[in-house]
């Protein structure tokens, strides 16, 4: 009203937006990972890799939907795939082609992915597998390691975030730590963590919970665990604690799909019994699978009598999300992909020969198309090290901020990730304004 009067200038119209969804959405947007002080840009509609906002603005996209847009937004044939497809009906209730050719396109992709069912996410996706590993095996513990985020299913949410004052239990060992208020006591007694790069001390907590273990979860590319690469020892130790065990090895690929033209296990030697998948397997639309060989994925086969464990659903494998799918997967060939991974790597030099030129005690870290900031002289190995401390906690919203007013949308810890319509314009675009935006934030 104070504005209607000319009272004060007027405010923009995402500030306006704003306020009008505090009264009915609680905190005032629907995007919790997304949301940062005073308020995100609202946004009308999307241009390849620019986001255009209710106030006009045009602003250059490295959140891109939480990682999931990989072609951007808007992709012609994506939006040619829907168009066809929505007009054709929305659901049926009854399986159809458009499934089977995404799970083809996906068996074609990497031998190990043989099998798919097709979900709405990617916390679905990793439900279903927990609860596979455990049809499968018989029990019903699982181990995760910490930092590590897998969706908001309750045995994945723990120790995301947890503080030097509870992260080690009395054996010094990873503390399995509530993340959502009201986790069930049962929930931590179920849930074992393990820590990202330190091999010993893995193998010790699997030689003693091993037995008991339905299913080991990783994630060899963690975003929360700095972006960095799982150490190939600790793989090993995961890899025959699973064989020695009988633990089922189950693999998130729902982020680090992106970075291989088979995923991300191929390049970790890693031999997953499940794979989730989300993100850009469904173009933009909601998804989320599980896939893995033939036997199995023979847990959730519903076509021998009664299965071991259902994995289905209302929207399961809607046909909208599989026509999407596939033009995603179909445009991003084995080329592209090596593209936007050079991208990355591109990327990745000019920023961080920026911040030698400066001497700033800043690193670009990430992998392919993928990348994250770091602040500090530290090496970043786990989620403890590329855990920022207060001073970088406190300087990386600024960063986000003046990234923000220079038009480049990041997500507020200063990771990103790029997509297919950008080219070496953009990868300098972005590089000289986070280089800038950097240099002038004291921490
Ligand atoms: N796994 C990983 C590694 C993720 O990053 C995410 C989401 O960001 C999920 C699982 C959950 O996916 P969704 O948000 O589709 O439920």
């Known amino acids: 009203r104070a504005n209607e009067a000319g009272l004060e200038p007027p405010i923009s119209r995402s500030a306006a937006a ?41 602003i250059l996209d490295c959140a891109n939907n939480f990682f999931s847009l990989v072609h951007g937004h808007a992709f012609p044939p994506i ?34 992915l043989a099998q798919t069912r097709f979900c709405n996410s990617g916390t679905e996706a990793l439900l279903a597998a927990v609860k596979g590993a455990r049809g499968a095996s018989g029990r019903h513990r699982v181990a995760k390691f910490e930092g590590c985020y897998h969706g908001s299913y309750d045995h994945m949410e723990v120790s995301l975030e947890s503080t030097p004052e509870n992260w080690d239990d009395a054996e010094g060992n990873p503390a399995c730590v509530p993340y959502a208020k009201g986790t069930p006591p049962a929930v931590l007694a179920d849930t074992v963590v393990l820590p990202y790069a330190d091999a010993d001390r893995c193998a010790a907590i699997l030689r003693k919970h091993g037995p008991t273990l339905a299913a080991i979860v990783l994630d060899p590319h963690a975003s929360k665990a700095g972006m960095v690469a799982m150490p190939a020892e600790v793989v090993a130790v995961v890899q025959e604690a699973c064989a020695r065990d009988g633990i089922l090895l189950i693999v998130d690929e729902v982020v680090n799909f992106r970075l291989g033209f088979g995923g991300i296990s191929p390049a970790f030697g890693l031999r997953p019994d499940f794979v989730t998948l989300g993100k850009i397997i469904g173009g933009g639309l909601p998804v989320g699978a599980v896939s893995g060989p033939a036997s199995a994925m023979a ?72 990348f994250r900031l770091h602040l500090g002289a530290r090496k970043v190995v786990d989620y403890r090290s590329a855990r ?17 007013a220079a038009g480049v949308l990041l997500t507020p810890n200063c990771s990103g990730a790029l997509s297919t319509p950008m080219t070496e314009a953009e990868i300098a675009l972005i590089a000289d304004r986070l280089v800038q935006s950097t240099l002038a934030t004291e921490v």
């Not at 000019?350 to 030698?356: I, L, S």
């Not at 401390?389 to 919203?397: D, F, G, M, N, R």
Request: contains cysteine; positive net charge; charged residues 15%.
């Open 18 to 58: 704003f306020l009008r969804e505090q009264a009915v959405v609680p905190g005032g947007s629907m995007r919790h990972a997304s949301w940062f002080p005073p308020h995100p840009p609202y946004a009308a509609r999307g241009e390849g890799c620019w986001i255009v906002d209710i106030d006009g603005r045009r």
């Open 79 to 112: 939006v040619e795939a829907l168009t066809a497809a929505i007009s054709r009906g929305t659901a049926f209730g009854l399986p159809t082609e458009g499934e089977i050719a995404l799970a083809e396109a996906l068996a074609a992709r990497n031998p190990n």
């Open 299 to 370: 847990v959730f086969d519903h076509a021998k009598g009664k299965p071991k464990v259902a994995l289905g659903g209302t929207f399961s494998a809607n046909p909208l999300t599989m026509a999407a799918g596939l033009a995603s997967l179909t445009h991003y060939d084995a080329a592209a992909v090596a593209r936007l991974n050079a991208l990355g790597d591109a990327l990745r030099t000019r920023v961080n020969a920026g911040f030698a030129a400066a001497g700033a005690a800043a690193r670009l870290g990430g992998m392919g198309s993928l």
């Open 388 to 404: 920022p401390l207060p001073a970088e906690a406190a300087a990386l919203p600024r960063i986000h901020a003046a990234m923000l």
